[in-house]
């Protein structure tokens, strides 16, 4: 029965918090942002049809999508994302020893902050934040043995506000330690050098800005309708018409548009791709060809436990631990 108590609080969380993008509010501005899309684009059949098509919603793909939520939710019930998170532990630490190191003492939490010190430290937060997605998303895609926890969300053959959350509980958890030690970090060296009596444990809450980023159309990142931003402005926001451009199997668009919100961390680093126009895009996984690779999830059970075999595979590949050489092929793998 707690368990049953602990699930509804988690689903309610994902529909009244703020902070969830699947929350009632966010999913209303959805709504109301594609009927203004709808109108604008001709009315083609009725509305109901524009936004809940059932190809879509019925597809197997979604309803795999629906059970790694929900198994992720017991997870999460369970213990198992949160006894990992360490941020605040990690500011902590870090702030005592520079100001040890320093001489300093800890400032006073309860003195007042200049609203441009407080303005100053959210622009950093949110920055910081989105730079860690960009990277816990770009490392899943370049090493090969934590590809196939990342896949198991790319496997997604139609997408859904849902698919977002299509995700393997080994890329969450890392996420959960990179995120720790890089936001952890940033905290420490901001209250030190910036803030200063600002409360340790509250500055970690600084993302109101994401506020606008679930309101203006973040659940039509993963959806089948597109919305570009044109091309003077994706080249500071991701749109979900660049996020769609992520998931597509084509090669042109193969690794490109990691980030989430900014999309100046994609031009910056070469990974930025800018359509001219819309793009037909077919969802799913491609080799470094094109060529679309055969559902390797069509299960939960196949989307839980197929990518620790083929990370296993991945990170002894060449080896003399991998089960694929033979034993010539093993002898010169060794010289």
Known sequence: MDVMFALLERFTSFLFNWESRLAVIYLC??????YVLWIARGRSGSFTAYLLPKETYLHKSNLVDIKIFLFNSLLSVAGIFTMLTFTPAMTIFLLDALLTASGSQ?????????????????????LTMDFCVYWIHRIHHEVQSLWPYHAVHHSAEVMTPLTVNRKHPMYILFGI???????????????????????VLTIGSVNAG???????????RHSHIWLSYGRVLEHVFISPAQHHIHHSIERKHYNKNYGEVFAFWDWMFGTLYVPASYENINYGLSDEEGNRIEQPHP???????????????????????DPNLTPDADQTALQ
């Open 29 to 34: 501005a959805t709504v109301v942002l594609v």
């Open 106 to 126: 800890r400032p006073d939490a309860a003195a007042p902050v200049a609203w441009t010190t407080t303005l100053l430290a959210t622009v950093i937060m949110i």
């Open 177 to 199: 330690l990179f995120r720790g030690f890089v936001i952890g970090t940033v905290q420490a060296l901001m209250l030190f050098l910036l803030v200063g009596k600002v409360n």
């Open 210 to 220: 994401y506020f606008l980023f679930n309101a203006l159309g973040s659940n039509l």
């Open 299 to 321: 299960t939960l059970r196949a989307a839980m436990l197929h990518p620790f075999v083929e990370s296993w595979e991945a990170l002894w590949k060449g080896t003399s631990r």
